[in-house]
């Protein structure tokens, strides 16, 4: 399929701006020895997402592609696991190619790649997406597409979110030719330690894209009571994208700006800029202890 001059131009912009942030970070991650580059491709819209066929497509050029997903919808998920219940596979085809897919949440779908269907031959890459739906500010932290690629980034494997607007869909290609886009830089310079990039695109695409901070709103969730057809009462979930002023530069300012906004995500979550201020506090509680044992 071909993608718009437009959007040609404002992807070329990206992979300037990332390629200057990437190369710029310390301790990349060591690039593949062998001339195979394997991508492995998963989402949490399930595994018959035309979102998911796009973006197979517009990865299939640079490298070997193998897929793994949900066999239905999981958004919302955040980083659950399936410890619990049996973990079916079903052969299925995506973009032409077979692909697998699990009754489990996203990432399990990537540790069953990596640790048993791709296990002597680990991707060099993940990539998920494409969302129906975006995912910035701290609604990263529900979302099964993320998850997905913080799963990889634990794993020290390079990794993508990828998300456009749901009032966007069903035209995934310019969001998955940017993803395409992305991971061509990342095949180029790596990324460093535990990062993983956040990417969303916007409705429509006015502007270069930008690198952009994780921005501190979130969504805003409702409750409604019903009750079924048997009078069992129950609640219905009503979940709203953030509202409000986002802070400058962040990721929802960008997308509000009509930018595609690549948020680079921390999968270690080790708060290291807290442990001097708190330090003082658990050396006085110390202290108290030591006293009441005298």
């Known amino acids: 399929m071909s993608v718009p001059v437009r959007c040609r131009s404002l992807v070329a912009a990206l992979v300037l701006a990332l390629t200057v942030c990437l190369t710029a970070s310390a301790q990349p991650s060591a690039k593949p020895s062998e001339d195979i580059y394997r991508i492995l491709v998963t989402n949490d819209d399930g595994i018959e997402s035309p979102g998911l066929a796009a973006l197979v497509e517009a990865l299939a050029p640079l490298g070997e592609i193998t897929i793994v997903a949900p066999l239905e919808n999981q958004s919302g998920i955040g980083h659950a696991l399936n410890l619990r219940d049996p973990i079916f596979p079903v052969r299925r085809e995506v973009a032409g190619r077979p692909a697998t897919g699990l009754s489990g949440t996203p990432a399990t779908c990537v540790r069953v790649a990596t640790g048993h269907l791709m296990k002597d031959a680990p991707p060099d890459l993940v990539v998920s997406g494409v969302n129906r739906g975006l995912n910035f500010g701290r609604n990263a932290y529900i979302s099964g597409t993320v998850a ?3 799963e990889a980034a634990l794993q020290g494997i390079p990794a993508i979110a990828v998300s456009l607007a749901r009032e966007a869909h069903p035209d995934y290609r310019a969001a998955a030719q940017a993803a395409a ?3 061509a ?3 180029e310079h790596g990324l460093p330690d535990t990062v993983f990039l956040n990417v969303n695109v916007p409705v429509s695409v006015t502007g270069a894209p930008k690198l952009a901070r994780q921005s501190r709103l979130t969504g805003t969730e ?7 057809m048997y009078g069992r009462p129950y609640l219905w979930s009503f979940f709203e994208q953030p509202t409000g002023d ?12 009509g930018h595609v ?19 003082l506090l658990f050396a006085e509680a110390e202290a108290k202890a030591a006293g009441y044992a005298r």
Do not use: Y
């Open 181 to 183: 886009e992305v991971a």
């Open 246 to 257: 986002a802070e400058p530069g962040s990721d929802i300012d960008v997308v509000r700006e």
């Open 148 to 150: 997905a690629a913080r």
């Open 261 to 279: 906004a690549v948020t680079p995500l921390q999968a270690h979550e080790s708060a290291d800029a807290a442990l001097e201020s708190l330090s």
């Open 222 to 228: 409702s409750f409604e009571s019903r009750r079924n």
């Open 185 to 187: 830089v990342i095949k």
